[in-house]
């Protein structure tokens, strides 16, 4: 009598958990694909912000003269066309990420022997003017 009183809470119990064990296990692919998003999201803009600090150093060292290279390597189109415009963006606090971005660059550029980088990477220097004149171009 009590093996069958044990099974039978044994049962119980199991049907009463599996349930709550689903409902978990139905939000989590949510949970994650909102995460992978997030995650993406903001590895597009490390990168983008990383990308900025390096076009205002070059400019800082004047290895980008054109303003309208610049412009287009770090504008807001630029920016939005770089991390997806299928994310959730908080463009706010982007926008003073980027400032401080554009102000890093040129304070690094103004160190002394800073700008010796691109001295020593004469393809660096190359890459970026490229960069810069066809971001000019397609604009």
Same mark, same amino acid.
């Given at each position: 009598m009590k093996k069958?009183?044990?099974?039978?809470?044994?049962?119980?119990?199991?049907?009463?958990?599996?349930?709550? $064990?689903?409902?978990?296990?139905?939000? /989590?692919?949510?949970?994650? %694909? #909102?995460?992978?998003?997030? *995650?993406?999201? @903001?590895?597009?803009?490390?990168?983008?912000?990383?990308?900025?600090?390096?076009?205002?150093?070059?400019?800082?060292?004047?290895?980008?003269?054109?303003? $309208?290279?610049?412009?287009?390597?770090? /504008?807001?189109?630029?920016? %939005? #066309?770089?991390?997806?415009? *299928?994310?959730? @963006?908080?463009?706010?606090?982007?926008?003073?990420?980027?400032?401080?971005?554009?102000?890093?660059?040129?304070?690094?550029?103004?160190?002394?022997?800073?700008?010796?980088?691109?001295?020593?990477?004469?393809?660096?220097?190359?890459?970026?003017?490229?960069?810069?004149?066809?971001?000019?171009?397609?604009?």
């Amino acid at each position: 009598m009590k093996k069958i009183i044990y099974v039978v809470a044994a049962a119980v119990t199991l049907i009463a958990v599996q349930p709550a $064990a689903n409902a978990q296990q139905a939000d /989590s692919p949510k949970q994650t %694909l #909102t995460a992978k998003l997030k *995650q993406k999201y @903001l590895e597009r803009r490390a990168k983008f912000v990383r990308r900025v600090k390096d076009v205002y150093f070059a400019a800082g060292c004047k290895i980008l003269t054109s303003e $309208a290279g610049i412009h287009s390597l770090t /504008s807001k189109d630029s920016y %939005l #066309t770089y991390v997806q415009e *299928q994310t959730i @963006l908080d463009l706010k606090e982007d926008e003073e990420l980027l400032q401080v971005a554009r102000q890093e660059g040129m304070d690094r550029a103004a160190k002394p022997g800073e700008c010796d980088y691109y001295r020593r990477h004469p393809l660096a220097a190359d890459a970026m003017r490229r960069t810069a004149a066809e971001a000019a171009k397609q604009k």
